[in-house]
């Protein structure tokens, strides 16, 4: 089943263009190329913003310092647990000493909150220079 290049935004078919196997799959690269020059020509050009807006919304500068501050503050909680080596949970508090697995579970949510809200940033710092 061959994908439908019409339905991708210019930096996908860019990025298709850049990781596809040139050798395994001639047709889909003229695809993606021809898909390309039509938007040049027509200048028809689909804009990330679309792309985005059926994947995921353009985050504004207030959305990035709210994650920024919510990255600082799993960083805190992190730091405090490995620190003191408890972590509270629902209304609980569990010792790495006493409920190694829970400590560490929790521990590994703050890290991935962390690493979600970081990424995040970083994806929409992106998406607004271009």
Known sequence: MEPDYSKYATSELLDALESIDHDEFPERVKLIK???ERRKVNNDLVEDDEAL???EKKLGTGGQVLLIIAALFFVWL????VNTGTVSLRGST???ETSPFIFLSVLAAYIFAIVVCVSRVIKARRISKQ
């Open 34 to 36: 021809s898909q390309l």
């Open 53 to 55: 807006s059926s994947k």
């Open 78 to 81: 992190s730091l405090d647990a």
């Open 94 to 96: 569990y010792r790495y």
